[in-house]
């Protein structure tokens, strides 16, 4: 009973001992819990901290800006748009690039160097060194979709080059064409996120769409919009504005910054769509495309055999290689001995223009160059020149001079077009060339831009030229690369690695390789590329060791049925061209690559794909910061506003009223205007008159309403009134309209109104003035209000808006 007792009171002790130690612990625990909770995170400062600051030690280690490692090149990247490997005079084409063969001259040029095939993907992989749909780029933004490969915004995970050259040391600057940025973010009040300042770069001055009128350019600088620094009239084109503010730039860093390197990244309107060229260049060119784009696909293969770009063994492809059911009829070449006069007249014109734009952007890109060598720069800079996918069939079998109208499904008409064959490329067109040009610009490869699987669409002119870091000179590269590889090969050759986590986000690794190791490799030395997949649209192919395998599919058929696609198979290491389908000779290497290409895809985020019609793709609703309205009112004084986030008066009723003050006899002046020649309307006081011109395609004679009294000093409410009546044979509406003052209509009468949007390069919503191209010929731009003020203007869109998702659809694939 005893022993009992003294187990009881020993067990007691036990486990009193026990919790009063574990209460110990656990006190201990949370003092030096609260301990760790109020003390300061060790921030790298290796200084000492008194009281006094006399007492302590300054330690600037993590506090000065990083310096580029010693040498550090400066980095130069020119790319165009919309040029295939048989364009320019380096590899052997009609079109003379002086500064492009200067380069070549004193570098090296790539001929099997390959990109996405469309501009925005290809140029996310060139902000990233990623695959375009780890970026999220599977396609341009405008077609952005809610997969993780396809939702047009550039994740944490892969952190921007240009950022990563900021942080060690670089000056960061980016000119020209964007593309990158949601088209609901392009607007003044926008998310920024996605724009180049927050992205890496110190300085932007360029266009954030896919494509903008060359004479009167939609332009940013830095954060915000600006007007051209001139007109045409004055010799403006966005090409040279874009040398003079590049040259501009690097010359207020040499002012200050002399010793820190730079990277630039110019990206020119040129080649793409409207295709502007100023008359002398165009001039140039005369008579030097009239044998037509089949004999050039002849004449062009022989130079580049002889130049040594391709192996003289390489075949021809015909044109339209793919499946009558299969293709698209958009992308058909009409022969060119079945033209007549008038279109061979209108067709060899529209390459002499485009053949104009490229070299006279070419001599801007001089310019810069010519600024570096001044300098002293120029041996110790990467340049890098080349283009972001094959060249554009997107202008249909006729090409066009108005490209509103294909946007807008309204026909081209030859005689019409034929009045502007000598003005062609000038302020007064907004030109394409047609799909034959496209085919012969991207021979001897099949098809264009857009279609991945093959070269023609994917396989582009790059030349590099480094006097400091590249022996050879003048001398030819054949090793296989593609546009991911140029992030790693930059931070290869600058000694900088991509980080492994940044921003406290992991980051994925980088998709390419460095070609550095070809600056001094043979020209047929084996490549250190071991796989590239590919795929946009629907269209999708994988190249692998000298292997390549693609599956036949024309993109945004929407015909789907990926399961059934047929496979073929090209040793493109013996068959540049990719004329032989060794599919039924070698299976089982067919179906590695097929096997391939489904683990890249999974690696790659490629999956779902996607091939519907991009009528189906604009009906995928998209996330938006503002909710939708049908009552807008805009004061004067504001940046234009983008047509993407304007008010939508297409196929619908509304109304347009300004609130205005008169205060001198001869006001005058635009109070609100929305587009360009090539379509728009526009509300303004001419003679002391109440104009109201809706300016329908660009087509002769605008439709002009003007009020029947004069207006004189005073306060007035001015306005207009449509109303939709029927639907006619193109999707256009037509009714009728009546011009207000006050409560009286001044003016009235039939009028109709186009079905899309009024352009494509943006010629945003102003009021008190017309930005860019004026919408009239009745006033020029920007005709600013004078004599009064303006209050502010409300327009009000009434019923369901008519949409005609193929007119649309053309708008949206034109602006890649």
């Not at 993590?62 to 990247?77: D, H, M, R, S, V």
């Not at 340049?383 to 309204?410: L, M, Q, R, T």
């Amino acid at each position: 009973m005893k022993n009992h007792k003294l187990r009881k009171q020993s067990l007691f002790y036990f486990f009193s001992s026990l919790f009063c130690l574990m209460l110990i612990v656990a006190c201990n625990n949370k003092q030096e819990s609260s301990s760790e909770d109020t003390s300061v995170a060790d921030d790298g400062f290796k200084g000492k901290i008194a009281l006094d600051v006399r007492d302590s030690e300054a330690d600037w280690t993590a506090y000065a800006p990083k310096q580029a490692p010693e040498g550090a090149p400066n980095i130069l990247f020119v790319l165009y748009d919309d040029t295939g490997l048989a364009a320019w005079s380096p590899y052997g084409g009609r079109i003379n690039m002086p500064t492009m063969d200067r380069l070549a001259a004193n570098g090296l040029t790539y001929t099997q160097w390959h990109t996405t095939a469309l501009c925005s993907p290809t140029r996310s992989t060139i902000l990233t060194g990623r695959n375009h749909h780890l970026n999220g780029m599977a396609s341009i933004t405008e077609t952005a979709d809610g997969f993780p490969g396809a939702n047009g915004r550039v994740p944490d995970d892969c952190a921007p080059f240009a950022q990563i050259m900021r942080d060690n040391g670089w000056s960061t600057f980016w000119l020209g064409k964007n593309h990158n940025v949601p088209e609901s973010d392009i607007a003044s009040g926008g998310n920024r996120s996605e724009w180049p300042t927050q992205i890496g770069f110190d300085r932007f001055y360029g266009f954030l769409g896919g494509e903008t009128n060359n004479w009167y350019p939609d332009l940013v600088m830095d954060n915000h919009f600006i007007e051209p620094p001139a007109t045409p009239e004055e010799g403006y084109h966005l090409s040279k504005d874009l040398a003079d503010q590049a040259i501009n730039m690097l010359q207020n860093q040499r002012s200050t910054n002399p010793s820190k390197p730079f990277y630039m990244w110019f990206n020119p309107g040129a080649n793409h769509a409207p295709h502007h060229s100023p008359a002398e260049y165009t001039a140039k060119y005369k008579g030097m495309f009239d044998d037509g784009y089949d004999a050039y696909r002849d004449w062009v293969v022989k130079r580049m055999k002889d130049k040594g770009i391709l192996p003289e063994d390489t075949a021809m492809t015909p044109f339209n290689p793919m499946p009558e059911d299969m293709a698209n009829p958009a992308d058909y070449v009409r022969p060119w001995d079945e033209l007549n006069d008038d279109e061979k007249k209108l067709f060899s014109r529209m390459a002499e223009v485009y053949a104009g734009f490229s070299e006279y952007t070419d001599a801007q890109v001089g310019r810069i160059i010519d600024y570096l060598e001044e300098t002293g720069q120029l041996e110790n800079t990467i340049v890098i020149y080349a283009a972001d996918n094959g060249a554009s069939g997107e202008g249909s079998p006729n090409g066009s001079v108005n490209e509103n109208k294909f946007f807008n499904g309204y026909p081209d008409e030859l005689s019409e077009n034929m009045k502007y064959l000598d003005v062609l490329g000038g302020p007064e067109t907004y030109n394409h060339f047609p799909t034959g040009w496209a085919a012969a610009f991207s021979a001897p490869f099949k098809m264009f831009k857009r279609y991945s699987q093959f070269a023609g669409g994917t396989n582009d002119p790059l030349v590099i030229s480094w006097p400091k870091g590249i022996k050879a000179k003048g001398e030819i590269r054949h090793q296989y690369h593609h546009s991911t590889d140029i992030v790693a090969t930059l931070l290869d050759v600058c000694g900088i690695e991509m980080p492994k986590v940044y921003n406290g986000v992991k980051q994925t690794p980088l998709s390419g390789v460095s070609m550095a190791y070809s600056f001094d490799a043979e020209p047929n030395g084996p490549t250190q590329k071991e796989v590239q997949y590919y795929c946009m649209l629907g269209t999708r192919g994988i190249w692998k060791d000298g292997w390549k395998a693609v599956a036949i599919h024309s993109p945004l058929s929407g015909k789907s049925n990926f399961d059934k696609d047929v496979w073929e198979l090209y040793h493109v290491a013996e068959d540049r061209s990719e004329s032989v389908n060794l599919a039924e000779e070698y299976p089982d290497k067919l179906q590695e690559l097929i096997d391939e290409w489904f683990r890249q895809a999974e690696i790659n985020k490629v999956l779902p794909l996607d091939d519907r019609s991009a009528a189906e793709i604009l009906t995928i609703e998209r996330p938006k910061e503002e909710p939708p309205k049908d009552r807008f009112i805009y004061k004067p004084g504001t940046d234009p506003v983008p047509e993407g986030v304007a008010v939508n008066i297409r196929g619908r009723d509304y109304k347009l009223l300004a609130n205005v003050e008169i205060t001198d006899p001869n006001a005058s002046g635009v109070i609100f205007a929305h587009g360009s020649r090539f379509g728009g309307h526009a509300l303004f006081i001419k003679n002391k008159k109440l104009y109201y011109v809706y300016n329908f395609l660009g087509i002769k004679p605008e439709q002009v309403f003007v009020s029947n009294t004069t207006l004189k000093p005073g306060r007035y409410t001015l306005g207009v009134e449509f109303k939709k009546e029927s639907q006619g044979e193109y999707g256009e509406s037509l009714g009728h309209t009546k011009l207000y003052i006050n409560e009286d209509v001044v003016a009235e009468g039939p009028m109709k109104t186009q079905p899309a949007k009024f352009t494509l390069s943006g010629d945003g919503l102003c009021v008190g003035y017309d930005s860019g191209d004026a919408v009239s010929e009745n006033y020029p731009s920007p005709s600013e209000f004078k004599g009064g003020t303006i209050f502010g203007v409300g327009v009000t869109a009434e019923g369901t808006p008519y949409i005609d998702l193929e007119a649309e659809a053309k708008r949206l694939m034109m602006s890649q």
